[in-house]
């Protein structure tokens, strides 16, 4: 199975803070990565797919970046509603694996 | 709008069965693959299964292979997942969700997720 180490495990920002969350695959997974975010007892809801594709309805300020085995998510100008965990998941192959999870938190 | 309601967690004894529910609305059903995400109490999610738009390609997550079964009903819009010989690790919060196109394995839109407790 394809291993995915996201870091880090937390982190504390500040509201106009730029984040940024890695996800490193345990073999290349060429562009087959999504990220979603997930809050406190709901659904994880997708963000970005296929590496760097914005999901409609899903602000600017989120972007991915990455291929093969390295892969990014950056959180721009970081709003209230924003903190959260964040998953990276990938697609290259069965079964479909996600990272451990980042929650970004209020400084 | 989408909508995807989950349906049949509850408390069981390890080694039984629970069938889970996935009523969907809001789009055309039959022509999107679907997934079961799971989330463990206070853990990460784990992906548990995908079934095609067609059901011809089915994939299940090793620790639940032979034990598990995804299944759909198009004329119902419902996809389903038997869960047979469960176990105490099979606890979480059971998710289904609708893949953002044939083959994308992105789930765009989300049921709320039916709880899983196996304990004795």
């Known amino acids: 199975d394809i291993q995915m180490t996201q870091s880090p495990s937390s982190l504390s920002a500040s509201v106009g803070d730029t984040v940024t969350i890695t996800c490193r695959a345990s073999?290349?997974?060429?562009?087959?990565l999504n990220w979603y975010q997930q809050k406190q007892g709901k659904a994880p809801k997708l963000l970005i797919y296929?590496?760097?594709s914005l999901q409609s309805g899903v602000p600017s300020r989120f972007s991915g970046s990455g291929s093969g085995t390295d892969f990014t998510l950056t959180v721009s100008s970081l709003q209230p509603e924003d903190f959260a965990t964040y998953y990276c998941?990938?697609?290259?192959?069965?079964?479909?694996?996600f990272g451990g999870g980042t929650r970004v938190e209020i400084k | 709008q989408v909508q995807l309601v989950e349906s049949g967690g509850g408390v069981v004894h390890p080694g039984t069965s629970l069938r889970l529910s996935c009523a969907a609305s809001?789009?055309?059903?039959?022509?999107?693959?679907m997934h079961w995400v799971r989330q463990a109490p206070g853990k990460g999610l784990e992906w548990v299964s995908f079934?095609?738009?067609?059901?011809?390609?089915?994939y299940y997550t090793d620790s639940v292979k032979g034990r598990f079964t995804i299944s759909r009903d198009d004329s119902k819009n419902t996809l389903y997942l038997q869960m047979n010989s469960l176990r105490a690790e099979d606890t979480a919060v059971y998710y289904c969700?609708?893949?953002?196109?044939?083959?994308?394995?992105?789930?765009?839109?989300w049921g709320q997720g039916t709880l899983v407790t196996v304990s004795s």
């Open positions: 969700d609708k893949d953002l196109r044939s083959g994308a394995f992105a789930g765009d839109f």
């Open positions: 809001g789009f055309t059903f039959r022509s999107y693959g």
């Open positions: 079934i095609s738009h067609d059901g011809h390609y089915i």
């Open positions: 073999q290349t997974i060429n562009r087959f």
């Open positions: 296929s590496a760097s």
């Open positions: 998941q990938q697609t290259y192959t069965t079964p479909l694996t």
